[in-house]
């Protein structure tokens, strides 16, 4: 008989996984699917850092280092905040992890105790809400819309706060919408933020050097709350090293001690080869990856140009990351072959079964009018995924 947890069977198993291992699986029967589910670059690694890998390979740097990295890698992190985001931090604030996730994790369950209440604003990235579940503490949502660009308001943030309130969760630029807030608006949460002296905000900028509006605005920016700002990055997104596993974490030192110990009896450090190539990435200029947000820029006004001829996509023009999250309510209701779509979960299912192009429903990500669509892939694979979801769509009724 078997017997799992009642923590292991609170949480969900993440939707862009299973949307991911589905794609194999009908792929692996030779049908051929349309991916666009997962968010992760289709461009290469950077050459110098693949280098800096190698080199740290045939230099045998292949034993454990610190918890949090080693220092020489945790200072090039605080220099490149220095250098880019204009923020102070030491090496002793920063603590490198396996992938923002397990940063997440370890601010989540450093700080989080059973009852405590987080506000996270939807939609929200899948694993904010399972790890929040894991530490037993309270999701708050405070839903947004299509036609305010999916941004919550500091009047919101304020109307959801109670004694119990203990952290803020959100990311800029946001997965799934692609939503960025500009320096007003986080100024604007920042000034209710330090009405509360234990208000924590994880601020989850993982996708900082994918911007199309201008120079990232990172929420620690502001003195008079950077000491309760938790600020999550890695190399996944903005150098395409998704396989890598690299985190980061910059916060107050109590924290990051806090963060240190915890990961200390999870994982200890990442992988030290990943930790070297994470150090060269963190050394080139900005500008050197502008080559990939461009590609994306260019990709996303093909997406929106091209949505417009598919019926029951209602889109807004989103300023950052690489998904385009369009509302399709007015689809609901109407079947083909005696199938009826009755949410974006039913319509997902739909389109991967007659158009073999996979996408994310939003009830991964709070709300089942919506779905991600992720145009991290190439031109023409974004082409024939779209002219495929057209076909699919006019054959309902």
């Not at 630029?173 to 209710?192: F, H, M, S």
């Not at 007659?354 to 031109?379: M, N, Q």
């Amino acid at each position: 008989m078997t017997h799992l947890s009642d923590r292991v069977n609170l949480i969900s198993e993440s939707q862009t996984i299973a949307m991911a291992r589905k794609s194999r699986e009908l792929k692996a029967q030779g049908i051929d699917v349309i991916s666009l589910s997962l968010g992760e670059p289709d461009f290469a690694t950077p050459d110098v850092v693949k280098q800096a890998a190698i080199n740290a390979i045939n230099d045998n740097y292949s034993y454990y280092t610190h918890v949090s990295g080693y220092v020489e890698l945790r200072q090039a992190i605080a220099d490149k905040f220095k250098r880019d985001n204009y923020l102070d931090y030491t090496a002793d604030d920063i603590v490198v992890s396996t992938g923002a996730k397990q940063s997440i994790a370890n601010a989540v369950l450093s700080l989080i105790n059973p009852g405590d209440e987080v506000i996270i604003p939807a939609p929200f990235w899948v694993s904010y809400l399972e790890i929040l579940k894991l530490a037993g503490g309270v999701p708050v949502i405070i839903d947004t819309t299509i036609e305010n660009n999916f941004k919550i308001t500091a009047d919101q943030l304020k109307a959801h706060i109670t004694p119990k309130t203990r952290m803020m969760m959100f990311s800029t630029p946001c997965n799934p919408t692609g939503t960025v807030y500009n320096k007003q608006e986080l100024r604007a949460i920042a000034d209710v933020v330090k009405q509360y002296d234990e208000l924590y905000i994880v601020s989850d900028e993982i996708y900082e050097h994918i911007n199309f509006v201008g120079g990232h605005e990172s929420m620690a920016q502001f003195p008079d709350i950077k000491d309760r700002v938790i600020t999550i990055n890695g190399v996944s997104k903005g150098f395409a090293m998704t396989g890598w596993r690299g985190g980061i974490m910059a916060a107050p030192r109590w924290i990051a001690q806090a963060c240190d110990k915890m990961q200390g009896q999870f994982t200890s450090a990442t992988c030290s080869i990943t930790q070297k190539a994470m150090h060269a990435a963190m050394n080139m200029p900005a500008e050197s990856t502008h080559y990939m947000r461009d590609a994306f820029l260019k990709r996303r006004n093909l997406v929106l140009e091209l949505m417009q001829d598919i019926p029951g996509m209602k889109t807004n023009v989103p300023d950052g990351a690489f998904y385009i999250y369009p509302e399709v309510s007015s689809l609901f209701g109407k079947s083909y072959n005696g199938f009826i779509i009755n949410n974006a979960t039913d319509l997902t299912i739909y389109l991967l079964d007659e158009a073999h192009v996979a996408l994310v429903p939003g009830a991964a990500f709070g709300d089942d009018k919506y779905i991600r669509f992720s145009y991290a892939t190439s031109e023409d694979k974004l082409i024939e995924a779209l002219k495929r979801m057209k076909e699919a769509i006019s054959k309902l009724s």
